[in-house]
């Protein structure tokens, strides 16, 4: 099912407002967690009937201090939602979540995996190195601004990526008002429904690409 671009980017802009508070996250002392997703994907990202976009499952969420400390058990299947310095092993930070994010927005607009591939190997490969082309390569109906978003948030070294996930959503939003495309929860909710037909009470469906259906 072909998503239309303004729901994706709402969907991206609504994953990045998510993150943005789990990251801004204080204890009692008020001190910041710093605390990071460290698994943003497709399974991960709810859509309710109403419209709602939830980001799930902060099972893997670590404070930083233990972030860079200790890997941590990975689920392989992840790789493809990786950034390359999480896959390395490397030390983490709120950026590694704007990366996946990055991942997840590129697929909504290509509706085709970015790293993902046959072999674990393969995607192991493509999420290390492999070459990033702007998802109107895919989908030539995507703007270049939408391109030069996503390729930032994709960037392989981090200082050259958006340094928070609210950067992030402040770049999709200024996309939303100069092009003035904008998708409201209401919209979503109808295209959910026209896509979905009619839920029962409470149900949800996680966002995924064309090869998960």
Same mark, same amino acid.
Not at 29 to 54: C, Q, W
Not at 202 to 213: G, K, M, Y
């Given at each position: 099912?072909?998503?239309?671009?303004?729901?994706?980017?709402?969907?991206?802009?609504?994953?990045?407002?998510?993150?943005?508070?789990?990251? /801004?996250? /204080?204890?009692?002392?008020?001190?910041?967690?710093?605390?990071?997703?460290?698994?943003?994907?497709?399974?991960?990202?709810?859509?309710?009937?109403? %419209?709602?976009?939830?980001?799930? @499952?902060?099972?893997?969420?670590?404070?930083r201090q233990y972030a860079e =400390?200790?890997?941590?058990?990975? /689920?392989?299947?992840?790789?493809?939602?990786?950034?390359?310095?999480?896959?390395?092993?490397? *030390?983490? @930070?709120?950026?590694?979540?704007?990366?996946?994010?990055?991942?997840?927005?590129?697929?909504?607009?290509?509706?085709? *995996?970015?790293?993902?591939?046959?072999?674990?190997?393969? +995607?192991?490969? /493509?999420?290390?190195? %492999?070459?990033?082309?702007?998802?109107? @390569? !895919?989908?030539?109906?995507?703007?270049?601004?939408?391109?030069?978003?996503?390729? +930032? $948030?994709?960037?392989?070294?981090? !200082?050259?990526?958006?340094?928070? $996930?609210?950067?992030?959503?402040?770049?999709?939003? #200024?996309?939303?008002?100069?092009? %003035?495309?904008?998708?409201?929860?209401t919209q979503m909710a109808e295209?959910?429904?026209?896509?979905?037909g009619n839920p029962d009470e409470?149900?949800? +469906?996680?966002? =995924?690409? #064309?090869?998960?259906?």
């Open positions: 099912t072909k998503i239309p671009e303004e729901l994706a980017v709402l969907i991206a802009s609504e994953a990045a407002k998510a993150l943005d508070y789990a990251h /801004r996250r /204080r204890d009692t002392r008020m001190k910041t967690m710093n605390v990071v997703h460290r698994e943003v994907a497709p399974t991960n990202l709810l859509i309710s009937f109403e %419209g709602e976009v939830k980001l799930s @499952d902060f099972g893997f969420a670590r404070a =400390t200790a890997s941590g058990s990975v /689920r392989l299947s992840r790789y493809a939602y990786m950034s390359p310095e999480q896959i390395r092993g490397l *030390p983490v @930070d709120r950026r590694s979540d704007v990366f996946a994010c990055g991942i997840v927005f590129h697929e909504l607009l290509t509706t085709k *995996p970015l790293f993902l591939r046959k072999s674990e190997f393969e +995607t192991l490969k /493509r999420a290390r190195s %492999g070459e990033i082309l702007p998802p109107s @390569d !895919d989908n030539p109906e995507v703007p270049e601004e939408l391109d030069e978003v996503v390729l +930032t $948030a994709l960037a392989r070294h981090v !200082d050259d990526r958006y340094q928070s $996930a609210q950067a992030f959503r402040e770049a999709l939003w #200024e996309f939303i008002k100069t092009s %003035g495309q904008f998708y409201s929860q295209w959910m429904a026209e896509t979905f409470n149900t949800q +469906t996680s966002v =995924t690409t #064309e090869r998960d259906r």
